[in-house]
């Protein structure tokens, strides 16, 4: 079974060459995946009545659902972002280097800035704002501390990883 691009209202997903985009994983419409970026098996990304834009060496771990709203202004994921398994975004903006844990959910209109993270389950309710450096956590999600020097590294060593993994996936891939 191989990855399917599936063209939607004459959008068709643009990805980069060098993304690894799984054998499982469905890119559908007006998407644009960027370099060095991964979406991982079970990977949804629905861009039929929006637009929705991936940046460069950003990792959707497995499971994750990304979809937009038709009246919002889009999915935007930054470079350098890292996204856990099974995370819903939903016409959301994530900035370049965040963050954004297992099974966590992320609304229309909310923005994680460049920094920050969201813990693993949390609800980032729609328009909530996760500022740089902070940690949020829980349901609803709130702001409880700023982040730890292992976390600020974390998320740095993090989309560096994945993209030596993308890169062993499609070396693989290549010589089959």
């Known amino acids: 079974m191989g990855k399917l691009l599936v063209k939607f209202r004459n959008a068709e997903p643009k990805v980069d060459n060098s993304a690894f985009v799984s ?63 099974m995370v819903v975004l939903h016409d959301c903006t994530l900035g370049d280097k965040s963050f954004v844990g297992i099974k966590a959910c992320v609304m229309g209109g909310a923005m994680v800035e460049s920094g920050a993270m969201v813990a693993a389950g949390a609800l980032v309710t729609p328009g909530k704002v996760v500022r740089s450096g902070e940690l949020w956590v829980g349901d609803p999600a709130q702001p409880v501390r700023q982040l730890k020097q292992e976390e600020v590294d974390m998320i740095d060593w993090i989309p560096a990883h994945y993209v030596e993994l993308t890169r062993e996936y499609l070396m693989r891939m290549k010589s089959r």
């Open 23 to 85: 054998a499982t994983a469905t890119v559908i419409g007006d998407v644009t995946i960027g370099a060095d970026s991964s979406l991982w098996y079970g990977v949804v990304v629905r861009g039929d009545i929006n637009c929705i834009r991936i940046g460069a060496r950003t990792n959707l771990q497995d499971g994750t659902v990304v979809h937009v709203s038709g009246t919002g202004k889009g999915t935007h994921i930054g470079d350098d972002v890292t996204v856990g398994h």
